[in-house]
């Protein structure tokens, strides 16, 4: 990156991705959808060159549209290179592969993994049904308690770890920088999925994470109308193996969805900012409730790790809210989600409208109720992803929603 754009401030470099200087003659100031799944070269030599070097031979290879997009996202997560890929779950696919593959082979070799016990849930089936079906010993510890954390990592080193800095829906907050540290004490590689915080609260890479993986359809696309996922390396070599992966698997991003995802990337800083400090006032707000027992929200004093997510948040919380109703019950909380309007009961988060999920029904309904209590998944908790509305018009909604309780 040239050293002027080395001192733009965060906001700016997410607006600004293009090349730079005067093009030669008119071009558009943003980049077009390509469709075209191939590239015509000036030469037979120019063609050889460009397999070389890798990318427009062909669309599974690399494409502009998909390629302004991982420039964009690289820039705001401070990283070496980023590869887009279909949807977030690919993109984690990779990045464990990616992480698993010792240096100097190209070759993903990995015997065990440490992941967080709360895990994005089809995440922690990816690691259970496919990675533990192939022999990888798959362990899980609470990435809130570092003390577990280093005893984990001490008692088995695992090839690599894989956390949320931002659990859902608990909304338990890691201290990422320092499970980079103990994790690479041991040899591994730490791997952060950054959905929930994105890059305006935390960038891993500059806590010492090695790959960082984003779920595009949430914050960073935003707007509910795309899915996608990115991977983003500190270094070449975990990158060369993400792209690797990438060519091979073939779950790469399509342009238009790219698009898509490129121009939430530019206002992503506006959302987020917007969502934080609605989030604070709705949180506020439910703790003042009589239907509520308990809210869950990093940005309130007795939030369990308020200090560990000040530290690393830059004193912004989030955009997600989570409580437990006083009545806890199925009855309850889908009289809760019923009266609802504006607050829209579906299955995604990080969209400019506030949403609300029921876990018990939603990302947790697999999970047999002994387990989901000892996690702390009551009957009465409700999720929030809230938006960027106005805050009153979230807080009104909201409480027609607990009057209905
Ligand atoms: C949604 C989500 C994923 C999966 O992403 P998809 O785009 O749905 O494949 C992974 N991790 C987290 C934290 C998520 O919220």
Redesign the pocket.
């Known amino acids: 990156m040239p050293p002027e754009r080395k001192r733009w401030h965060f906001g700016t470099k997410l607006v600004h991705t293009r090349p730079l200087g005067r093009p030669s003659g008119a071009t558009p100031t943003v980049t077009p959808i390509y469709t075209s799944s191939t590239y015509l070269h000036p030469s037979s030599d120019a063609m050889d060159r460009a397999f070389d070097e890798g990318d427009l031979v062909y669309s599974r290879f690399g494409n502009p549209t998909v390629g302004a997009l991982e420039t964009a996202v690289a820039t705001a997560e401070g990283g070496r290179g980023a590869v887009a890929f279909g949807?977030?779950?690919?993109?984690?696919h990779a990045a464990i592969l990616a992480a698993g593959t010792p240096r100097g082979s190209t070759q993903p070799s990995i015997k065990r993994i440490l992941g967080a016990q709360d895990?994005?849930g089809?995440?922690r089936r990816l690691l259970d049904e496919f990675f533990g079906a192939q022999g990888v010993v798959i362990d899980f510890c609470d990435m809130s308690d570092l003390a577990a954390v280093e005893r984990s990592l001490h008692a088995a080193p695992p090839d690599l770890v894989l956390l949320?800095p931002i659990s859902?829906p608990l909304l338990k907050v890691a201290d990422v920088t320092a499970i980079a540290e103990h994790t690479h004490a041991v040899g591994a590689r730490l791997v952060v999925?950054n959905?929930?915080p994105t890059p305006v609260l935390l960038r891993p890479i500059e806590h010492g994470a090695d790959l960082v993986?984003h779920?595009?359809?949430?914050y960073l696309g935003g707007h509910g109308d795309a899915?996608?996922?990115v991977v983003v390396a500190a270094r070449q070599l975990p990158l060369d193996a993400v792209k690797s992966y990438s060519k091979l698997l073939g779950a790469v991003l399509g342009p238009f969805d790219a698009r898509l995802i490129s121009r939430g990337v530019q206002t992503l800083l506006l959302r987020v900012r917007q969502q934080c400090t609605n989030a604070q006032q709705v949180a506020t707000w439910l703790q003042s409730r009589p239907e509520v027992a308990r809210v869950y929200y990093p940005g309130l004093p007795d939030h369990p790790q308020h200090e560990v997510a000040g530290r690393l948040f830059g004193g912004m919380w989030g955009g997600m809210v989570a409580f437990d109703l006083v009545e806890a019950n199925r009855a309850a909380a889908h009289r809760f989600m019923d009266a609802l309007d504006l607050v829209l009961p579906a299955t995604?988060?990080?969209d400019v409208f506030s949403l609300v999920s029921y876990p018990v029904v939603s990302s947790h309904r697999d999970v047999v109720p002994a387990e989901r209590e000892r996690q702390g998944i009551g009957d009465g908790l409700l999720r929030l992803s809230i938006g960027i509305e106005e805050p009153e018009d979230i807080i009104a909604d909201l409480e027609a929603g607990l009057l209905a309780v």
Not at 215 to 218: D, E, H, M, Q, R
Request: aromatic fraction near 4%.
């Open positions: 949807s977030g779950m690919a993109a984690l895990l994005y089809a995440t949320e859902n999925d959905t929930i993986v779920s595009a359809t949430k899915l996608g996922g995604t988060l990080g």
